[in-house]
């Protein structure tokens, strides 16, 4: 079966300071997601890739996914106090909606 | 963007009873939806696949006596867990993916935190 590891599982920054989040994938992705939550919260819908090689942005996050479609980064500029939660990637393929999660990333940003 | 509802947000039972988390597509139709179980700091955990109109598809340990899945409509999905014990205290959440889109976005609800006396 297919799993997913996250890196770092925490991490601390300094307002203003820029982050990496990594997901790994022990099999090929077919459409991997990435969610914010809030602890005790739903899951925020951020970006979804499909292609290698595909990159997103939006706002001051963006998401990439490799060539081979085994890896997926998370990056935010400039990062700000309201960026601060868990980032969960999600892999599955579209047309089922079936994800498996990594363990997630929390993220804290200092002021 | 499209959203999906959870009822109750909270609940709290005594041991032995059964509970119903209902999970609602607000503007649109979805004739899969999934429902997950989060523990206190660790990952989402698929339990089920809840297909419209026949029977939901469990994941390997998760017991379908227990958890009871029916999705009556394309707008409502049902997780009724059934003499429920402490350690079916969790967050259940439920997602969502539109039929009429082939975006292969999916959405989630806001989750129903059960805590079990």
């Known amino acids: 079966s297919q799993e997913l590891e996250q890196s770092p599982q925490s991490l601390i920054v300094q307002e203003g300071k820029n982050l990496t989040i990594n997901c790994t994938s022990s099999?090929?992705?077919?459409?991997l997601y990435w969610y914010k939550q809030k602890y005790g919260e739903g899951l925020i819908f951020l970006m979804m890739l499909q292609k290698g090689g595909e990159e997103k942005s939006h706002e001051k996050i963006t998401a990439k996914l490799d060539e081979k479609k085994q890896q997926s980064s998370l990056h935010i500029t400039a990062s700000q106090p309201s960026h601060a939660g868990i980032y969960l990637c999600g892999a599955g393929a579209s047309n089922t909606g079936k994800l498996i999660f990594g363990q997630g990333t929390t993220l804290q940003v200092k002021p | 963007g499209a959203v999906v509802s959870q009822h109750p947000s909270r609940v709290i039972c005594k041991s032995g009873t059964s509970v119903k988390i209902e999970c609602r597509s607000l503007d649109f139709q979805a004739t899969t939806m999934f429902w997950y179980r989060q523990f206190p700091k660790q990952s989402l955990m698929l339990m089920a696949t809840?297909?419209?109109?026949?029977?939901?598809?469990?994941e390997q340990g998760v017991e379908k006596d227990k958890f009871l899945i029916n999705h009556a409509s394309l707008t409502l999905s049902t997780l009724t867990v059934t003499s429920a014990h402490p350690e079916d205290s969790s967050f259940y959440i439920c997602s969502a993916r539109p039929t009429s889109r082939n975006t292969g976005e999916l959405f989630f609800g806001e989750g129903s935190r059960l805590t079990v006396l």
């Open positions: 099999k090929t992705l077919y459409g």
């Open positions: 809840s297909n419209e109109g026949s029977k939901a598809t469990y």
